[in-house]
C-alpha cells in the first residue's frame, strides 16, 4: 500500500500480467471465465461512514465471496495497525481470518478494494493456483481479482496529488488499467462509469490503450503499415534472423521445411503457431477468440 509515498507507474510487471491472464483461462476454461461476465457493482460493495465498521466490513466481505462463488467461505475482518494493506490467513477454511490496516477505520470506502484482494487469494488458494515468488504470486491475484470483475475498485482507491498519495496492490494504476481494459474487450463493458477517482480513470485510460495495440500486432490484419513493413522484412529473413526487441512474433519451420510463425493471442495471450500462406484465418484453442492474419 503506497500511503503518501511515491506510487510506481508504467508497465514493469507487464509479462507477468499477461502470463496471468493465459494461466487463469488454462486453470478456469473459457466457459468458467464467461461467468464472471458481470462486475461487482458499487452499490454491492458501498461503505457509508456511518455504517457499522465491522458490520459493514462482514457485509462487502460477503458480497465479494458471494462475486467470486466460494459460498461456503466465510471471512472474519479485522483492524489493526500493519504496513501492508490487508493480509489474510489461508487455512484449509471454510473460516478465513482477513486483517485491514487500521487505516481503513478512517477510509471505508476503499474497504472493498482491500477485501477484493484477499478474496481473491482466498480463490487462488482453493484453485490451487500460484506463481513462483511472492512479488510474482501478487501480481497474479491483483491480475485475477481484476479479470474477473472485483479489481476496477482497487483501481479506484488510487489517488495522487502533489501532497498526498494513495494506491492498493501491487499492479501499477496503468496495470490496472490494462487489464480492465483486457475484461472490457471481453465482456463489452465500460468500467470507466463506477470511478470516482480522475487519477484512476486517466490510468484506465492509457492502459486500454495497450490493450487495444495488442489486437494490432502482425500477423493480425489489424496491424498498421509500420508493423506490416517490420513484419514483411523480418519474414524475408526468417528464420536465419533472430526476432528484433520487443517482436513479439516469431518465425520457424515446421517438419515440412514450411516457414510457420507464432504469436500471442491478444486475449489470453496463449502462443499460437499458423503457417506462412498469406490470409489465415486461425481460433485460439484456449480462449475461442477468433482471429484474422495476413502471415
Known sequence: ????????????HLETVRAAITALYRRLSYDTVQTFATSVVPADVAFCDTDDLYLGAQR???ELVRHFRLPDARLIVSFREMR??????????????VELNDRFRAHRRDIGAALAHEVTHVYLHRLDLSFPGVRDNEVLTDTVTTYLGAGWLLLDA????????QKLGYLTPEEFGYVLAKRALVF??????????????????????LARRDGQEPPL????????RRYARDRRHAPADPPAPGVRYAFSPDGGGRLRVSFPCPTCHQRIRVPVRGRVRARCALCRSVLECDT
Open 1 to 12: 500500500m503506497a500511503n503518501d509515498g511515491p506510487v510506481e507507474h508504467g508497465y514493469p
Open 60 to 62: 462487502v466481505a460477503r
Open 158 to 165: 488510487f489517488r495522487e496529488d502533489g501532497a498526498s498519495s
Open 188 to 209: 463489452g463493458e465500460d468500467p470507466s462509469v463506477w470511478f470516482t477517482s480522475a487519477q484512476a480513470y486517466t490510468a484506465y485510460v492509457k492502459g486500454r490503450e
Open 84 to 97: 501492508h494493506a490487508a493480509n489474510v490467513e489461508l487455512a484449509a477454511g471454510p473460516e478465513y481470518f
Open 221 to 228: 490484419t489489424a496491424a498498421g503499415w509500420a508493423g506490416r
